[in-house]
Protein backbone atom coordinates (compact mmCIF):
# COMPACT_ATOMS: atom_id res chain seq x y z
CA UNK A 1 0.00 0.00 0.00
CA UNK A 2 1.16 3.74 -0.83
CA UNK A 3 0.98 5.79 1.84
CA UNK A 4 -1.13 9.21 1.06
CA UNK A 5 2.27 11.94 1.96
CA UNK A 6 3.84 10.00 -1.16
CA UNK A 7 0.77 9.55 -3.38
CA UNK A 8 0.35 13.70 -2.78
CA UNK A 9 4.15 14.42 -3.58
CA UNK A 10 3.79 12.25 -6.80
CA UNK A 11 0.44 14.14 -7.48
CA UNK A 12 2.19 17.58 -7.05
CA UNK A 13 5.43 16.87 -9.25
CA UNK A 14 2.59 15.91 -11.84
CA UNK A 15 1.04 19.37 -11.39
CA UNK A 16 4.12 21.14 -11.52
CA UNK A 17 4.86 19.61 -14.97
CA UNK A 18 1.10 20.04 -16.36
CA UNK A 19 1.47 23.99 -15.63
CA UNK A 20 4.80 24.26 -16.90
CA UNK A 21 3.72 22.53 -20.45
CA UNK A 22 0.93 25.44 -20.02
CA UNK A 23 3.17 28.04 -19.95
CA UNK A 24 3.72 29.02 -16.20
CA UNK A 25 7.52 28.79 -14.43
CA UNK A 26 8.33 27.09 -11.27
CA UNK A 27 9.17 29.32 -8.25
CA UNK A 28 8.86 27.23 -5.54
CA UNK A 29 7.41 24.05 -3.81
CA UNK A 30 5.75 23.46 -0.21
CA UNK A 31 6.29 27.11 0.59
CA UNK A 32 5.70 26.35 4.43
CA UNK A 33 5.26 29.49 6.85
CA UNK A 34 3.93 29.27 10.36
CA UNK A 35 0.09 30.40 8.42
CA UNK A 36 0.09 27.27 6.37
CA UNK A 37 1.56 25.74 3.19
CA UNK A 38 0.89 26.46 -0.16
CA UNK A 39 1.84 23.73 -2.53
CA UNK A 40 3.19 25.57 -5.69
CA UNK A 41 3.91 28.92 -6.27
CA UNK A 42 4.01 29.75 -9.91
CA UNK A 43 4.81 32.40 -12.72
CA UNK A 44 2.26 33.20 -15.44
CA UNK A 45 2.36 36.19 -17.58
CA UNK A 46 2.73 39.33 -15.11
CA UNK A 47 0.85 37.42 -12.02
CA UNK A 48 1.59 34.99 -9.17
CA UNK A 49 -0.07 32.07 -9.03
CA UNK A 50 -0.74 30.11 -5.97
CA UNK A 51 -1.27 26.97 -6.83
CA UNK A 52 -3.34 24.08 -4.33
CA UNK A 53 -3.04 20.60 -5.63
CA UNK A 54 -5.61 18.02 -5.14
CA UNK A 55 -5.92 14.47 -5.88
CA UNK A 56 -8.80 12.16 -5.51
CA UNK A 57 -8.55 8.72 -7.57
CA UNK A 58 -12.10 8.45 -7.42
CA UNK A 59 -15.18 10.51 -6.83
CA UNK A 60 -16.58 8.35 -4.55
CA UNK A 61 -16.44 10.61 -1.29
CA UNK A 62 -16.68 13.88 -3.25
CA UNK A 63 -14.52 15.61 -6.15
CA UNK A 64 -10.85 17.19 -5.11
CA UNK A 65 -11.98 20.67 -6.02
CA UNK A 66 -14.87 20.50 -3.30
CA UNK A 67 -12.24 19.75 -0.52
CA UNK A 68 -11.11 23.15 -0.73
CA UNK A 69 -13.74 24.59 1.62
CA UNK A 70 -13.68 28.08 3.04
CA UNK A 71 -10.91 27.19 6.14
CA UNK A 72 -8.44 25.94 3.54
CA UNK A 73 -8.85 29.07 1.21
CA UNK A 74 -8.26 31.33 4.58
CA UNK A 75 -5.21 29.46 5.45
CA UNK A 76 -3.81 29.78 1.24
CA UNK A 77 -4.63 33.39 1.40
CA UNK A 78 -2.29 34.20 4.93
CA UNK A 79 0.13 31.85 3.76
CA UNK A 80 0.44 33.85 -0.01
CA UNK A 81 0.52 37.13 1.95
CA UNK A 82 2.89 36.35 3.89
CA UNK A 83 5.19 34.93 0.86
CA UNK A 84 4.34 38.20 -0.55
CA UNK A 85 5.52 40.47 2.36
CA UNK A 86 8.85 37.78 2.23
CA UNK A 87 9.46 38.28 -0.81
CA UNK A 88 8.86 42.29 -1.03
CA UNK A 89 6.20 41.73 -3.57
CA UNK A 90 3.68 44.06 -2.23
CA UNK A 91 2.57 45.53 -5.57
CA UNK A 92 2.14 42.05 -7.24
CA UNK A 93 -0.80 40.78 -9.24
CA UNK A 94 -1.93 37.15 -7.67
CA UNK A 95 -4.26 34.27 -7.91
CA UNK A 96 -5.10 31.48 -6.64
CA UNK A 97 -5.92 28.51 -8.70
CA UNK A 98 -6.76 24.66 -8.00
CA UNK A 99 -5.38 22.20 -9.94
CA UNK A 100 -7.25 18.15 -9.75
CA UNK A 101 -5.59 15.75 -10.46
CA UNK A 102 -7.88 13.05 -11.21
CA UNK A 103 -7.47 9.03 -11.20
CA UNK A 104 -4.91 6.69 -11.64
CA UNK A 105 -1.52 8.79 -11.64
CA UNK A 106 -0.27 6.91 -13.92
CA UNK A 107 -2.59 8.27 -16.41
CA UNK A 108 -3.95 11.06 -14.70
CA UNK A 109 -7.26 13.53 -15.92
CA UNK A 110 -6.52 17.34 -15.01
CA UNK A 111 -8.76 20.03 -14.19
CA UNK A 112 -7.38 23.39 -13.93
CA UNK A 113 -9.37 26.06 -11.94
CA UNK A 114 -8.24 29.35 -12.42
CA UNK A 115 -8.87 32.19 -10.16
CA UNK A 116 -10.64 29.40 -7.72
CA UNK A 117 -11.25 32.14 -5.01
Known amino acids: MIKTGILGSRAEKLAAKYLINNRLTLLEKN ?10 VMQ ?13 KSQKF ?9 QK ?3 LR ?12 NDCAAR ?3 LCVNGNLNNPE ?8
Do not use: P, T
Not at 62 to 70: D, I, M, P
Not at 110 to 117: C, G, I, L
Open 73 to 75: QVK
Open 62 to 70: GGALESVGH
Open 78 to 89: RAAEHYLVHHKL
Open 110 to 117: YHWVKNAF
Open 44 to 56: HADSLVFVEVRHR
Open 31 to 40: YRCKLGEIDL
Open 96 to 98: FDI
